[in-house]
C-alpha cells in the first residue's frame, strides 16, 4: 500500500486524473513554429494541435515529482524485491533524474524493505546536453532547438540539484545513503572507485552519448543477477546506444517490456 500510495503522490494521478487540454495560444504558437521549421525545409507528419496535446505531459505547471508512469515505478520495485529475494549484493543508481521523483521512489522501496544500500543520484543538474547527429530530427531541430522559446513545457529537462533535494526532503526520504553526482556522467561516472557495486542501474538520458556514458561507466559495476532499466527506448539515439552497447560487449539477456507506451525497457545480468 505505502509504495503504490508513493507512486501515486509522485505521479499526482490522485488529483490530475488526466492531462490539461491545450489551449488555443498553444496551438497558435505551435503552428508558427512548425512554419519556421517547414520554411528551413524540416517537417513532421504531425499537426500543431496534437504537438500541442503531447507537449501537456511536460508542462512546467504540472504538479508531479516525475513524468515517469506507475508501471514503470512499479517495475522499479519490482526489480529491487528481485535482487532483495535472490541475495545480489549491490547499491542503486538513477542516471538522470529530472526532478528526482523515480529516485524518490526508489529511496521509499529500500527504506519499504529494510535495505541498507547507498541510492546514487545521478545527473548534471543542467538539463539535457546538446543532441549530436545520431538524434532524431525531431529531437534536434525541435525539441532541444525550441527547449528555450517555448519555455512553458520542460524540452530542456531542466531542475536543480537545490529542488531534487527539497523534493526528497518533501518526502522524509533524504538520508546519508543517498549520494549525489552533479556532472556529466563522462566525468562523474567514469570516476567511481573500482569498489563499487550495483544491483540496479536505471538510466533516463534521452540522447545517444548520454546513454553511453551512463551504460559504459555504471554496467562493468552490475552485480550478476542485478537489473538495468532504461528509459526512451523508443527514441532514436537510446535505442542505438543500448543496441550497439549490448552487440558490443555480447550481451544476451532479452530486453523486456516494462512501459511499452513509454518505451521503458529492462533486462537482467546473467
Known amino acids: 500500500m505505502y509504495l503504490e500510495l508513493l507512486a501515486k503522490t509522485l505521479t499526482n494521478s490522485i488529483y490530475e486524473d488526466r ?3 491545450a489551449s488555443e495560444v498553444e496551438i497558435n504558437t505551435l503552428e508558427e513554429v512548425l512554419a519556421e521549421l517547414k520554411c528551413d525545409n524540416v517537417s513532421f ?27 514503470a515505478l512499479r517495475n522499479i520495485a519490482d526489480c529491487i524485491e528481485a535482487v532483495k529475494a535472490s541475495g545480489v549484493q549491490g547499491d542503486v543508481i538513477d542516471c538522470g533524474v529530472l ?30 546536453p546538446a543532441p549530436s547527429a545520431k538524434e532524431s530530427t525531431f529531437a534536434r ?26 523534493n526528497f526532503e518533501k518526502y522524509n526520504l533524504i538520508s546519508h ?18 569498489s563499487t557495486q550495483f544491483s540496479l542501474i536505471r538510466i533516463d538520458a534521452d540522447w545517444y552519448q548520454s546513454t553511453m ?27 542505438q546506444a543500448v543496441d550497439e552497447y549490448r552487440s558490443v560487449h555480447d550481451i544476451t539477456s532479452p530486453i523486456e517490456i516494462a512501459d511499452e507506451r513509454n518505451g521503458v525497457v529492462f533486462w537482467q545480468k546473467k
Open 19 to 21: 492531462l490539461p487540454s
Open 45 to 71: 507528419n504531425i499537426s500543431a494541435k496534437e504537438l500541442a496535446q503531447i507537449l501537456q505531459y511536460t508542462k512546467k505547471s504540472r504538479n508531479v515529482h516525475t513524468f515517469v508512469s506507475e508501471r
Open 141 to 166: 531541430e525541435f525539441w532541444y532547438k525550441y527547449a528555450d522559446r517555448l519555455s512553458e513545457y520542460n524540452l530542456s529537462c531542466f531542475a536543480s540539484k537545490a529542488d531534487v533535494i527539497s
Open 213 to 239: 556514458d551512463a551504460l559504459s561507466h555504471t554496467y562493468p559495476y552490475l552485480s550478476t543477477g542485478g537489473y538495468v532499466i532504461v528509459d526512451d527506448y523508443l527514441l532514436e539515439g537510446c535505442k
Open 99 to 128: 526532478r528526482g521523483g523515480t529516485s524518490i521512489f526508489m529511496a521509499g522501496v529500500l527504506k519499504h524493505h529494510g535495505m541498507d544500500r547507498k541510492l546514487y543520484v545521478a545527473d548534471s543538474f543542467q538539463g539535457l
Open 177 to 194: 545513503g543517498v549520494i549525489f553526482l552533479e556532472g556529466w556522467f563522462a566525468e562523474t561516472l567514469s570516476s567511481l572507485p573500482v
